[in-house]
């Protein structure tokens, strides 16, 4: 054999070595890389193989410290706020967003919609022409038995309105959620005389309006035959 032939020899069986060797190790990657990707969970500290780029440990529950973004959703806290006086702000657990407008006549505060108040009565010291009283609140006439052509006291308060008004049927009539203490003085009484207060409620209020009636009687006078 020619020194030539030998060299090409020890070429050829050195080239077949590395090949086999490369081939072998190229085993033992793909074997261990195999077992690498295997879905694990551990019941100590609750881990799992989640991650999308394999061969990583991510907390099972998100959100977690290191982790690959997008791995884990944005989260927060559920709450409601106030954008403005009428408007509620919604933020889900998942961040999104959402306005409410509040129902017409409602206030956003504390980050909820409330509706307003119903119609109230206040009731009041008052001075009438039989002397110091309680008044209720709600519209009262004092004196209700009075002697024909005389005059007598109403009197009223209330709250949540937008407005109010007092009529009689002998033609008195007064606006304003009060009478104030010492009432309105009404006009002459010839007959029996209906007295009505009439109040409309705020916007979107429960009550949205009411009516109450007093009636003023007239002392029967007597005549002998």
């Given amino acids: 054999m020619s ?13 077949v070595i590395l090949l086999i060797l490369a081939i072998a190790a190229l085993g033992v990657l793909l074997m261990f890389g195999a077992r690498a990707h295997q879905p694990f969970a551990s019941a100590e500290v609750q881990f799992t193989d989640a991650s999308a780029h394999g061969l990583a440990i991510v907390p099972a529950s998100c959100p977690s410290s290191p982790d690959y973004p997008g791995e884990c959703g944005q ?42 108040p119903a119609i109230g009565f206040y009731s009041f010291p008052a001075t009438g022409p039989n002397g110091n009283f309680q008044a209720t609140g709600h519209l009262q006439v004092s004196p209700q038995l009075i002697a024909a052509g005389s005059t007598t006291h109403a009197y009223w308060s209330v709250s949540n309105v937008k407005s109010c008004t007092v009529t009689g049927t002998n033609g008195d009539s007064w606006t304003g959620a009060s009478s104030g203490a010492s009432g309105k003085v009404t006009g002459l009484v010839n007959s029996q005389t209906i007295y ?11 009550t949205p309006s009411l009516n109450e009636t007093v009636t003023v009687n007239i002392i029967p006078t007597f005549q002998e035959q």
Avoid: F, K, M, Y
């Avoid at 020194?3 to 080239?15: D, F, K, Q, S, Y």
């Avoid at 009505?196 to 429960?206: K, V």
């Fill in 196 to 206: 009505t207060l009439s109040c409309i409620g705020l916007d979107g209020s429960p």
């Fill in 3 to 15: 020194e030539h032939t030998g060299r090409t020899a020890i070429v050829t069986r050195t080239e």
């Fill in 75 to 116: 989260q927060c806290t559920p709450s409601t706020t106030c954008v403005n006086a009428t408007t509620q702000r919604n933020t889900s657990a998942t961040c999104a967003v959402s306005d409410t407008i509040c129902p017409a006549g409602w206030s956003c505060d504390s980050g909820a919609c409330v509706q307003p």
